[in-house]
Antibody, heavy 121, light 110 residues
C-alpha cells in the first residue's frame, strides 16, 4: 500500500523551530518529487515547498523562503521540513505529498494524513 | 501569489450535475495546462480527482470531468451522489515555478 506518514508537529512559541518528517512506503521514494502543503482548517490548501527526486533542486513559497528548508533522505525513504523563525501565521496542518510522475512539479497524487503545527505564545 | 478564486459553496440534488469554477490569471490558470482538482472530506487529506485540466487518475469515477477556458478552469460532477458531498479545491502551476490553490468550494448534496 502506498503510504505517507507525517510526524513532528506540535506546539511552539513564535520564533521557535520544528522539524517535520514524512516517512514513505509502498513506492520507490527515490524516484519521486515530493511536496509540503499546509492548510488552516476551513481554508484552502497552501503550497509550501517542493524537492526533486535526488534532492538537488528545491523550491519554496515566498511566505516561507529563508525560514523553511526541505530535504530528503532517500536511504531512509523520508522527507523533511525544517521550520525556523516560526510565526503565528505558520499555524496549520502540514501535509507531505508525492508528485505525480507525469507532472511532478504541479500535481500531488498521494497525500499523508497531516501533522498539526501550532505557533502561539 | 494570490489564491485562485472559487465559489464558497455549491449544491445540487442527487442525480443532477453541478459545475465548480476556478478563476486565476494569465500567470497561472491561463499560463499552462497544469490545473488539478482535489476532493477533501472532513478531517481527511485531499484526494486527486482531475489533473492536467481534464485527466482522471485511475479509480476516479467518470462522473468527474474538467475543462478550461482562458483564465478559468471548471470541474463538473454529473449524476450527483451523496458521497460526493465534500470540499473541492483547484490548483494551478504558475509562471513562477510554484503551485497555487483555490480557497475551496463546499459541495452540498441536497
Amino acid at each position: 500500500e502506498v503510504q505517507l506518514v507525517e510526524s513532528g508537529g506540535g506546539s511552539v512559541q513564535p520564533g521557535g523551530s520544528l522539524r517535520l518528517s514524512c516517512e514513505a512506503s509502498g513506492f520507490t521514494f527515490s524516484s519521486d518529487w515530493m511536496h509540503w502543503v499546509r492548510q488552516v482548517p476551513g481554508e484552502g490548501p497552501v503550497w509550501v515547498s517542493r524537492i526533486n527526486s535526488d534532492g538537488s533542486s528545491t523550491t519554496y513559497a515566498d511566505s516561507v523562503r529563508g525560514r523553511f528548508t526541505i530535504s530528503r533522505d532517500n536511504a531512509k525513504n523520508t522527507l523533511y521540513l525544517q521550520m525556523n523563525s516560526l510565526r503565528a501565521e505558520d499555524t496549520a496542518v502540514y501535509y507531505c505529498a508525492r508528485g505525480l510522475a507525469v507532472a511532478p512539479r504541479s500535481t500531488l497524487n498521494i497525500w499523508g494524513q497531516g501533522t498539526t503545527v501550532t505557533v502561539s505564545s | 501569489q494570490s489564491a485562485l478564486t472559487q465559489p464558497a459553496s455549491v449544491s445540487g440534488s442527487p442525480g443532477q450535475s453541478i459545475t465548480i469554477s476556478c478563476t486565476g490569471t494569465s500567470s497561472d490558470v491561463g499560463n499552462n495546462d497544469y490545473v488539478s482538482w482535489y476532493q477533501q472530506h472532513p478531517g481527511k487529506a485531499p484526494k486527486l480527482m482531475i489533473y492536467a485540466v481534464f485527466n482522471r487518475p485511475s479509480g476516479v469515477s467518470n462522473r468527474f470531468s474538467g475543462s478550461k477556458s482562458g483564465n478559468t478552469a471548471s470541474l463538473t460532477i454529473s449524476g450527483l451522489q451523496a458521497e460526493d458531498e465534500a470540499d473541492y479545491h483547484c490548483s494551478s502551476y504558475t509562471s513562477s515555478n510554484t503551485l497555487v490553490f483555490g480557497g475551496g468550494t463546499k459541495l452540498t448534496v441536497l
